[in-house]
């Protein structure tokens, strides 16, 4: 069984999702529902996915061999900066635990849940500021929360990010993360690094055709003449 991971900074717990051991009443119903969400909702299939297959193809393997941890965090209005150290704690366990055979590293997943939260704006604000930062370290960090309404990949009417405990989940960076990262131009760079030598062919091309568009585009910028009044450098 994994061991129970302690955040250095901020004292937080995060206890292996497959353990019955838990000692606190509040805890234990929280790792209870998380496993409750994970079994019956991202290992199982969704007729409005849009594909074949669970919700989330990694879940089921990553439980299967004890790799995902659940912390919690109490109160309806935690203290934002002790959320960042929180999150902060579980990207930096996250890139220091121990090696595990094969490629089973990539498995590793960090659900640090706020059960007693109702204002989910919280979890939006922390994911948009703190997303780059876990990118270019080459993890990706993810907002689940009741009524989240980000769109699926396949369908956009299917809200995968919509979970009945809101929590912000810290897991590796992926090959298959090539989607949710092309929107801005430092975690495309993040990404480059990674994986750039393993990149399946049909990504490389993708990766190509983007970096082309984007230099034609800024080179019809540079030959435009410069507006009447506008600085060189405003």
Known sequence: MSKIIIGPQSGLKWIPLSTSEIPCPDTKATVHAVRKWVEEYLTAPSSDLGRDGPVCPYSGPSMRKDLMWVGRIPGAKPWPDFVRLVVDDALNALLTLEPVEGNASLLRVLMTTLPDLRDYDLIDELHAELKTKFVERGAMLGQFYPGCGQPGLWNDNFHPLDAPIPMLVVRTMMTSDFPFLVGRPEWMSAYIKKFAPTLPAHIRREVVGRLTVDAT??????????????????
Do not use: V
């Open 217 to 234: 585009h800024d080179a019809q910028i540079a030959s435009e003449p410069m507006p009447a009044g506008r600085h060189t450098f405003g």
